[in-house]
């Protein structure tokens, strides 16, 4: 019962705790850091907060997530995650306040769009387009947003008072995660845009409908986590490509976990 229920509450508390350590990092980017300084000195510390959460994961699952975190490279990473599926699932469950804020953003377009569009007396199929295509720019401007403010607190921790480094990597990683996500965007689009008339989900039956969001998902999902690692390294001034393998490896199979879902 505790592995069942109980990790992934703790991993959906974690989760909320990264969303909310988002949002004070887009205050910092917007205030120089300031706002994050402003946090802190009221007791703000969202990464002793998840350490604190954390604790209540079971032995299981600890054990779990300290055999991935201990992997390096693609394959070993792919191996650790294989041997320990319970970490890929949580990690999983731990992304959805991340992808809830995203496909809010989303909804809140495709409905704008969809009422501008049926302003013109356009067809229940093009408004669907129309919101499709608003849908997918506001996921990638959101998960773009909230993925530099995650960066900038990181990156704000490790090197107080420097704002250049903040900015410096956590600017080209938000953009990156952005375009990559309008590209992308399915899981979210097709999420906000459900039960619209006209919406069309992806082709094919169950099991093409399947692979195809698993693999969408696990290539975006892979390219954004690879770059967004590149550029912090960048800032904090260690090889650019440390820990990028990994991340990619994890980043996909997480990707391909939600998007097959």
Do not use: C, H
Request: proline share 4%; net charge negative.
């Amino acid at each position: 019962l505790r592995r069942a229920v109980a990790d992934p509450l703790v991993a959906l508390g974690q989760g909320a705790v990264d969303l909310g350590e988002s949002a004070v990092g887009i205050g910092s980017l917007l205030s120089g850091g300031a706002v994050g300084r402003g946090a802190e000195a009221l007791g703000y510390d969202p990464e002793r907060a998840k350490q604190a959460i954390g604790e209540w994961y079971s032995p299981e699952a600890q054990a779990a997530f300290r055999a991935v975190e201990q992997a390096e490279g693609v394959g070993p990473t792919l191996q650790a995650l294989a041997e320990n599926p319970s970490s890929a699932l949580l990690y999983g469950v731990r992304s959805l306040p991340f992808m809830g804020g995203t496909v809010a953003a989303a909804r809140g377009a495709a409905e704008l769009a969809g009422r501008a569009a049926a302003t013109r007396g356009l067809t229940a199929v093009e408004e669907a387009a129309r919101a499709t295509s608003a849908a997918r720019t506001a996921a990638g401007v959101a998960e773009g947003a909230l993925t530099a403010g995650n960066i900038a607190e990181e990156i704000r921790r490790e090197r107080p008072g420097d704002v250049a480094a903040m900015y410096q990597g956590a600017v080209p990683a938000g953009i990156g995660t952005a375009l990559i996500g309008r590209l992308g965007g399915a899981l979210e689009a097709g999420l906000a845009t459900r039960g619209m008339p006209g919406a069309a989900g992806l082709a094919g039956g169950l099991p093409a409908r399947v692979l195809k969001g698993a693999a969408t998902e696990a290539a975006e999902e892979a390219a954004q986590s690879a770059q967004e690692r590149a550029w912090t390294n960048v800032a904090l001034d260690r090889p650019w490509d440390q820990g990028v393998a990994k991340e990619a490896a994890l980043g996909g199979v997480v990707g391909g976990l939600l998007g097959g879902a």
